[in-house]
């Protein structure tokens, strides 16, 4: 399927969308933007982007997560999950949005003390394959082009346009949804209200969740989120780093403070 490149796919200009930029591909992990051309790969019915492994025993399908380099089956579950619900004990529910109905382990198990398998090559972006294998749906008011993810992830309809921007079913990305929540909680506070933007959430009616498109697991990530996890990431091992220089200073103070009592000359290799 060829990926629509008309000017009404993914105009986020047009919505007022804050961020509207995915993830590129040098910041995603081990992505190939070449579009997928053979059925190796698949969006399963779970949501998850899997890569198909020679099949069991029994004849089932295999399938291996591109991101949790676990097997699942043909409806994109694992053998953890099917065991759970299959369980004559203490059955867990079954969610009601799948559609599994397998009750065989067979070629899923897996052994936790050896390292999970690696992907024979390199996983296309997630959104081609989804256009790939799935029609647009045109989202209004916005009037944009993009494909619903299977599954129920984070409990609400999520859709991929051409460019891989995770959008609610009202067309809006979780830049303009959480600046309509913003002006929802200015409001509560009593500030002056701002008039809505132009195919903002206040104007457009929405009241999904901006955290429902923070997707992670499917790679719709926006730029400004990894960014800051980058920084997260960054303070931290400097925290750490900073926790070290302290711990050596003090270390080397108490070392200086014995050699003085003692008598001795204090070296810094002792204090190590």
């Known amino acids: 399927m060829t990926l629509p490149t008309g000017p009404r796919v993914a105009s986020c200009a047009e919505a007022g969308d804050a961020v509207h930029t995915a993830v590129p591909s040098d910041e995603a992990p081990a992505a190939s933007t070449t579009p997928p051309s053979n059925d190796a790969w698949r969006v399963l019915q779970s949501g998850a982007l899997a890569y198909r492994m020679p099949p069991?025993?029994?004849?089932?399908?295999?399938?291996?997560?591109?991101?949790?380099?676990?097997?699942?089956?043909?409806?994109?579950?694992?053998?953890?999950?099917?065991?759970?619900?299959?369980?004559?004990?203490?059955?867990?529910?079954?969610?009601?949005?799948?559609?599994?109905?397998?009750?065989?382990?067979?070629?899923?198990?897996?052994?936790?003390?050896?390292?999970?398998?690696?992907?024979?090559?390199?996983?296309?972006?997630?959104?081609?394959?989804?256009?790939?294998?799935?029609?647009?749906?045109?989202?209004?008011?916005?009037?944009?082009?993009?494909?619903?993810?299977?599954?129920?992830?984070?409990?609400?309809?999520?859709?991929?346009?051409?460019?891989?921007?995770?959008?609610?079913?009202?067309?809006?990305?979780?830049?303009?949804?959480?600046?309509?929540?913003?002006?929802?909680?200015?409001?509560?506070r009593g500030a002056k209200p701002r008039p809505p933007r132009a195919g903002s959430a206040a104007d457009v009616g929405c009241c999904c969740s901006a955290k429902g498109l923070r997707l992670e697991r499917f790679g719709t990530t926006h730029r400004h989120w990894a960014s800051a996890v980058r920084q997260k990431e960054e303070r931290s091992r400097r925290i750490q780093q900073q926790r070290e220089e302290r711990r050596l200073q003090h270390q080397s103070t108490q070392c200086q403070a014995r050699d003085t009592s003692n008598g001795t000359t204090h070296r810094a290799a002792d204090c190590t």
């Open 56 to 188: 069991a025993d029994d004849g089932g399908e295999v399938w291996l997560d591109a991101q949790l380099r676990v097997k699942l089956c043909e409806h994109g579950h694992s053998a953890a999950q099917i065991a759970h619900w299959n369980c004559t004990t203490r059955p867990r529910p079954r969610p009601e949005w799948t559609a599994c109905d397998c009750t065989s382990m067979c070629g899923l198990c897996m052994n936790p003390r050896k390292p999970r398998p690696e992907l024979p090559e390199a996983a296309p972006e997630y959104h081609r394959v989804l256009w790939r294998d799935h029609e647009p749906a045109l989202l209004e008011p916005v009037d944009v082009l993009a494909v619903r993810v299977p599954g129920n992830p984070k409990g609400q309809e999520v859709y991929l346009d051409a460019e891989g921007t995770a959008r609610c079913p009202h067309g809006l990305t979780a830049g303009s949804i959480a600046l309509g929540e913003e002006r929802k909680r200015r409001h509560a």
